[in-house]
Each structure stands twice: as structure tokens, then as C-alpha cells.
């Protein structure tokens, strides 16, 4: 007797949860299978830096290696990190987190931010957060078993979400704002003005404000504001943050979070049960980071920004109007004058061109009628990427 | 913004001025004439490339050199500096802290030659108290560059 493996999968799917069923697969994974089968693709799909890790950071973990550091950690992560991450934080931001109670290590931000969302939601939770965003916060946010609540914003506002809008999305069932600057998938930083008046909205409504700074050292021109810096927000405030973008350091996988001490103990309770510990090695690493790392990042940042700026004009050279994306390494151009919705023209760039960008709608709504194009890979690259780019639209230009 | 084209172009010769204007943000004008200047007053020397010449095989020797010498009256190491640095086999010449005094990299075709360099060249320069020659055996890394299996192309086929 055959099966068909179809009838299989539907049997098995009505044991999948219901509440990971009501989320969809990545948007940004779509294109995975046909990108691998492809040769010769440019990519500007990819959200990592096209730098290996800095030698120093590297040569720290392989040492700790050799000496035998393969064991668990404390739960919170290894004291010299965390007490070199509170320096870290204390030097940058002024800030003052106790390395016992209020830091915590995690594996990436991506594990932060879904503990900070399980830490603090209770089923039909409200969290509001800007559209688009990096596409993780939504599913957190309904993994915890709360509700996405979405705020639009756009390429008129330079992807800013406004403090008015966040306030007429407030309900009662309001726990959280989750806000991710500068962001993924907009390259948008928020000016401090701005996120001080999101400041206030939190204070009126008492709501927590989830803070993913992941970006926070790629900004170009401009400064980041660390928000639990604002005047009475640092209690309120759950700070994430990781060492993926600035460092180079995406595969080591480690992250923080750094909040008041209740929120801290109760994320670190699932952290306990879920992870244990975040990888030992990585973790040396992150301090080596911390401790030395400054110079690789200025260098980096300066190579970023170069790119940044040649991805920008290639864009607007071609028609594909871009604000001007001042953080992370993204550029999010508009293709309304193709006529095509985000899916359509990333999928035909990629068969056509083979060139890879990321769907807007993949973030949210308002990211429909954008591509995300990260800039995070050679100037050759990038240019040769604007040139096929530039017959593919020329192809396919309406307005 | 001078320091900035310099370093966009110490990096990679071949860049236009009008990408360099792009990626500083200044315009296609100022960039020109910066790089005039810099030219002119030879804070650029030349534009040149780092190439593997074992990858063609086309094998050159090269040698470091160390050399002790008496300093003179007045002028110190640089006139026998630049008794030495004359000879165009003498591609880089550093005068250097420690237990010598200059740091010649030497090139030719064959050792035989090199050597017939430092013996009937170099080492009888009146000063020069003597040599020791170091013939280069591999090359790891060049001007910044690692020569073989270098950083790139580690990234995964993946959309994230």
C-alpha cells in the first residue's frame, strides 16, 4: 500500500499548534530554494555584514577553545561579559545596569526579543509596533501569545513612526511598544525629538517599550539614541541589543537584553528552561568584542557608509526613489514605477537579472511597494547589482 | 575629505573620481582637484598594483637586507641612505630602530644576482659596516592582502 505524502502532511499539520499555525514562513526565506539553485546571483538579500569577524575577536575565541572553555556558563551569561558589557553601556550611554540583576546574555537579539515579548505578555496583550519592521517582531509577539498591533509609516515620514499614531493605537489591553531603530528593513533612525514624545506616550499609558538596537553603531552622519536614555524610560525601558551587526558577529549568536531587575529575573527564568546558557565560546568573543573592538567597527562603519552612499544615488539614478536611509545597511527603495507589487518585481529581478532583493510586503503592509537592498556586500558587487537593476527597470518602467 | 579620497584610493587605484564623489558625498569637481593637489604635491607618489607574481610564474628574488653603518658628521644616516637608495634594485629603504641601522628589500632576477648586488654594491659603500641578507622565501600576506585562501567568500546562499 502507498501513502500519499500529501494526505500524510495534512494529517500531521492539524497537530501543528494553533498559534503557529496563524503564522506565516518568513517572507524573506521565500526566494531560498531558487536562490540556491542559482548561479551567478548578486545578492542584497542577505542581513549580515560581508566582513568575517575581526581576527582579534576570532584568535580570543579559538584561544579560549584550546584552553578548554567548552563547558555551560552561568544562566545569565559569564560574569566578565556582563560586567564588561555594564561598563560597555556605561561608557556609551551613561547608563547603569548591575551585571548580576539587570543584564542578560542571550542567543542573539532574536532570543532576547522573543523573551522580552514572553516575559511580559498575557494572553490578548496589545503590543504596537511601526509597519514595516523586521519581520520577527510580529511572529514574537503572537508566539507569546499576544497581538501585533501595526503602525504605518512611509517613505513621506523617512519611515519614522509618530508618537500621535502609536497613542491612537493605545487600548486598554496595551502592554508594550516594540520599536526597532535604526531599522530593519528601512535603514530609518529616529531622531531623539521624536522618540521622546513615544517617551511620554509610555509614561501616560504605563506601557513597557521594547527597545531593539541591534543597528544601534551603524549610524552614518547622524546620532543614535540609546531610548533608555530619555528621561525616565531606562525602568520601562527593555533594552536589546547583540553584537551580530556592529561586530561582524552574526554567527556566534549572542546577544543581551538589559531592563529593570523583574523583567530581567523573568526573562532569565525561560532563558533557564529554554537555552541554558548562550555558547561559551561566543561569549569570549563578545568580551574580546567589547573590550577591543572599537577601532574594527569605526573602520567598518566608514566602509558601510561609502557603500551606502553609492547604493542610494545607483538608486535614485535609476528611478527607484530612496530616502535617505541614515542606519543598519539598508536601502529601501520604492518600485512603484514599475508598476509590480514588491513579490513580483524581487522574484523577476531574481529570474531575470539574478539579482536578490527582498520584498517590502515581506515587513509588514506598508513595506509593500519596496525592496529591500542591503548594501552590505563589495562595491563591485553593488555596482554590477545597480546595472542589471537598471535594465530590468528600464524593461519594465510604467511611469 | 582629502584624508578620506586617500584612503578610498589606497585602497583601490582603478576607483573614478566620480565614484569617489558619490561615496564622500562631495562633488565630481572638488574631488578632481584634490587629487590634483595631492598629486602635486606628492602626497600620492603613483598608483600601482599588488599583484602575485607567483600566480603568472613569473618568479622575481627578493631579499631583505640589513645594514650597519657609521653615521657622519652632519648629515647622519641619510647620505649613505641615499647612496644606496639610488640603485633602482633597491626597492624600499627604511632606516630602522634596533641592532641595524637600514632595511633594504632588494629585488633581481636570480639570488646569483642579488647577491653580486650586496657584495660589489652595497657593502662597499665607504660607512657601511655590514650586511646580512635575508632572501625572501614565501609570501603570506602583501600590503594588507592575504595571498592564498583569503577572508571572502564565506557568506551562505541565504535571504535573512
Known amino acids: ?56 575577536v576570532r584568535e580570543a575565541a579559538i584561544y579560549s577553545l584550546e584552553k578548554g572553555y567548552t563547558m555551560y556558563t552561568s544562566n545569565q551569561g559569564m560574569p566578565e561579559l556582563r560586567q564588561e558589557l555594564s561598563r560597555y553601556l556605561k561608557d556609551t550611554y551613561n547608563l547603569e545596569y548591575d551585571p548580576n540583576s539587570e543584564l542578560l546574555i542571550t542567543v542573539g537579539v532574536s532570543e532576547a526579543l522573543d523573551l522580552a515579548m514572553r516575559a511580559s505578555i498575557d494572553p490578548g496583550d496589545e503590543v504596537i509596533m511601526p509597519d514595516p519592521c523586521y519581520v520577527a517582531y510580529d511572529a514574537a509577539v503572537i508566539l507569546a501569545g499576544g497581538r501585533p498591533i501595526m503602525v504605518p509609516t512611509s517613505q513621506e515620514n523617512n519611515f519614522e513612526v509618530s508618537a500621535a499614531d502609536i497613542e491612537s493605537k493605545v487600548t486598554d489591553k496595551t502592554k508594550t511598544i516594540l520599536i526597532g531603530y535604526p531599522a530593519n528593513p528601512t535603514g530609518a533612525v529616529m531622531p531623539r525629538n521624536k522618540l521622546k514624545q513615544i517617551a511620554e506616550v509610555a509614561r501616560r499609558h504605563n506601557l513597557l517599550v521594547a527597545s531593539d538596537e541591534i543597528y544601534a553603531k551603524l549610524v552614518y552622519g547622524t546620532e543614535h539614541t540609546c531610548f533608555a536614555t530619555l528621561p525616565g524610560m531606562k525602568e520601562r525601558t527593555i533594552f536589546l541589543g547583540g553584537f551580530s551587526k556592529a561586530y561582524a558577529m552574526t554567527g556566534w549568536r549572542i546577544g543581551y537584553a538589559a531592563a529593570n531587575r523583574e523583567i530581567i529575573a523573568a526573562m532569565t527564568k525561560i532563558h533557564q528552561y529554554t537555552i541554558m546558557s548562550a ?68 522574484e523577476r529581478l531574481l529570474v531575470e537579472e539574478k539579482v536578490a532583493v527582498v520584498p517590502g510586503s515581506a515587513f509588514g503592509q506598508c513595506g509593500e511597494g519596496h525592496v529591500r537592498c542591503c548594501y552590505a556586500t563589495s562595491l563591485a558587487d553593488i555596482e554590477e547589482a545597480l546595472a542589471r537593476m537598471k535594465r530590468f527597470v528600464n524593461k519594465h518602467k510604467k511611469i | ?95 630602522v630602530s634596533g641592532t641595524y641601522d637600514l632595511l633594504v628589500l632588494v629585488t633581481d632576477k636570480t639570488m646569483h644576482e642579488v647577491a653580486d648586488f650586496v657584495a660589489q654594491k652595497l657593502a662597499p659603500i665607504e660607512g657601511v659596516q655590514g650586511t646580512v641578507t635575508h632572501f625572501l622565501l614565501k609570501r603570506y600576506k602583501e600590503d594588507g592582502e592575504i595571498l592564498e585562501g583569503g577572508e571572502g567568500g564565506k557568506r551562505q546562499p541565504v535571504i535573512l
Not at chain 1, 17 to 44: C, H, N, T, W
Not at chain 1, 293 to 320: F, H, P, Q, T
Not at chain 2, 7 to 28: C, F, S, W
Not at chain 2, 49 to 71: C, F, H, R, S, Y
Request: charge should be neutral.
Open chain 1, 1 to 56: 500500500m502507498t501513502t500519499n505524502p500529501l494526505s500524510q502532511s495534512n494529517k500531521y499539520r492539524s497537530l501543528v499548534s494553533q498559534r503557529v499555525r496563524q503564522i506565516l514562513p518568513s517572507g524573506i526565506r521565500k526566494f531560498f530554494d531558487l536562490l540556491a539553485s542559482m548561479e551567478g546571483v548578486i545578492s542584497l538579500g542577505i542581513g549580515e555584514p560581508d566582513f568575517a569577524t575581526p581576527w582579534h
Open chain 1, 279 to 346: 555558547p561559551t565560546m561566543g561569549q569570549v568573543a563578545a568580551i574580546e568584542a567589547l573590550k577591543s573592538g572599537e577601532a574594527s567597527v569605526a573602520e567598518m562603519v566608514e566602509d558601510y557608509n561609502r557603500r551606502r552612499l553609492v547604493m542610494v544615488k545607483g538608486l535614485c539614478d535609476i528611478g527607484l526613489s530612496c530616502f535617505e536611509p541614515k542606519g543598519a545597511f539598508y536601502a529601501f527603495p520604492s518600485i512603484k514605477n514599475t508598476g509590480m507589487t514588491s513579490e513580483e518585481f524581487a
Open chain 2, 1 to 95: 575629505m582629502l584624508k578620506e579620497i586617500l584612503k578610498i584610493l589606497e585602497n583601490d587605484a582603478r576607483i573614478t573620481t566620480k565614484q569617489i564623489a558619490t561615496m564622500t558625498g562631495t562633488p565630481v569637481d572638488e574631488v578632481a582637484k584634490l587629487i590634483k593637489k595631492a598629486e602635486e604635491e606628492r602626497a600620492i607618489l603613483k598608483y600601482k598594483t599588488v599583484i602575485n607574481w607567483d600566480k603568472v610564474g613569473d618568479e622575481q628574488v627578493w631579499a631583505l637586507i640589513e645594514v650597519k653603518i657609521t653615521p657622519q658628521r652632519d648629515v647622519g644616516f641619510d647620505a649613505i641612505a641615499e647612496r644606496i637608495y639610488r640603485f633602482p634594485q633597491a626597492r624600499t629603504v627604511y632606516l
